[in-house]
């Protein structure tokens, strides 16, 4: 009863004085009392007078977005946080809409804003909780295997298995290459004795 003489009283100020602020105050009476339409009306009618009137603007974004005129509410409260980026009533409007729209993640983003300005808010913090719950999910590892993360076995064995044929086949090659190598010596020490026997003999020929 006392907001319907409150209500009244502050329409009887405004239709005596079309130009008096009280505008702003009646068009948030209205709001708060469910007469979204009528707070709409009074605010576009004081605006007119009054257009950097920024607490109205807020008012007439947040009837609206009651009447479900999103989109025209959204531009309101936009055009309050250019004014004014740290109005709260704006910013917290502004989060509300953008939240209905199904615009999550935007919405989480004012929110948050929102906190920033109005700490240890026991329903912002809540609000800001929950949709960080839904739009940043915890990340799950790609597999839950620990298995997947060890090496393939068999591996080491292989790579063993290759160095030693490696080492097998340069032993083998040094091997042949030291046989070569006995062989041509023995081969110039023959050559040698049969250079030797034959000197011996010719010497002994021109003795006789």
């Not at 609000?127 to 839950?144: C, G, Q």
Request: aromatic residues 2%; hydrophobic residues 40%; charged residues 30%.
């Amino acid at each position: 009863m006392a907001d319907n003489h409150r209500i009244e009283d502050l329409r009887r100020r405004v239709q005596k004085d079309p130009s008096s602020i009280a505008f702003a105050q009646l068009a948030e009476e209205c709001r708060r009392a469910g007469e979204f339409q009528e707070a709409v009306d009074v605010c576009r009618a004081g605006l007119e007078l009054h257009p950097g009137y920024l607490s109205a603007r807020v008012t007439l974004g947040r009837a609206l977005a009651e009447l479900d005129q999103v989109e025209a509410a959204q531009a309101e409260l936009e055009l309050v946080l250019k004014g004014a980026p740290d109005n709260l009533a704006a910013i917290r409007g502004l989060a509300e809409i953008l939240h209905r729209r199904g615009l999550v993640g935007e919405a989480l983003a004012r929110y948050r804003t929102a906190l920033t300005l109005s700490r240890h808010d026991p329903e912002l913090e809540r609000i800001v909780s929950d949709l960080a719950r839904e739009v940043e999910p915890s990340k799950k590892p790609a597999t839950s295997d620990p298995s997947a993360l060890r090496e393939p076995q068999g591996r080491p064995e292989q790579s063993r298995g290759t160095t030693g044929s490696g080492q097998v086949k340069s032993s083998a090659a040094g091997a042949a290459r030291v046989d070569g190598t006995a062989d041509a010596q023995t081969r110039t020490l023959a050559a040698l004795e049969q250079w030797l026997d034959a000197i011996h003999v010719a010497r002994a020929e021109r003795r006789a």
